[in-house]
């Protein structure tokens, strides 16, 4: 049986890449043509590298996810304290929400991919007992990772950048923090999507 191939620091490149593109429209409305293109390779070099779509969204998936892993063990070394675990939650949401994106996505396409379904439950077991480890009960969680879930939706929901124009909008400030008074257009804005 071969053993497998290590990862190199060029396949957490590509990956890292891809995390972009799954982000923006999830495993079903991403091609693996958008994937190469985030990525600056071709099409058939992402097929060879790894493998059909599914297998790169099992594997983008995977990277995102250590990315919160890591994020919760980073700020669980003093035992389980919701605010410290939140604020590391919150950092990583606002610096890196494409990998909070595609964790999402692929709870969504876990009831019709299988192997997403996999993936998805291992990658929260992980986080659940990464924080069971610092110490948080079963109620904790419950509270905990629904404050959590909560913001993925917002974020899906792209709340953050037109909470200004619903009744919710407080909760998004509660949520997220104010939003920074950026004009339409300057230089650096989120893009905001017509409606």
């Known amino acids: 049986m071969p053993s497998p191939r ?5 396949d957490d490149e590509l990956l890292t890449a891809s995390v972009r593109a799954f982000a923006a429209r999830g495993y079903f409305g991403t091609s693996t043509a958008q994937v190469a293109s985030e990525m600056g390779v071709s099409q ?14 099992v594997r983008t998936h995977a990277h995102a996810g250590a990315e ?39 709870f969504s396409a876990a009831t019709a991919e299988p192997e997403i379904g996999v993936e998805s439950r291992r990658q929260f077991d992980e986080v659940y007992r990464t924080l069971r480890d610092a110490g948080a009960s079963d109620l904790d969680l419950w509270a905990f990772m629904g404050r959590g879930m909560l913001m ?22 509660l949520v ?15 893009r905001l999507d017509q409606e």
């Open 44 to 57: 058939p070099y992402v097929i060879r590298t790894f493998g059909s779509k599914l297998e790169l969204f």
């Open 176 to 190: 997220f923090g104010p939003r920074p008074a950026t004009p339409r257009g300057a230089a650096g804005a989120p």
């Open 6 to 10: 290590r990862r190199t620091a060029r």
């Open 152 to 173: 993925n939706n917002l974020l899906l929901m792209q709340a953050p950048h037109f909470g200004d124009r619903y009744d919710f909008g407080p909760l998004v400030d």
């Open 68 to 106: 919160i892993t890591r994020a919760f063990r980073g700020a669980s070394g003093a035992g389980f304290d919701p605010d410290r675990l939140g604020a590391a939650y919150r950092e990583l949401v606002l610096s890196r929400p494409e990998a909070v994106l595609v964790w999402a996505h692929a």
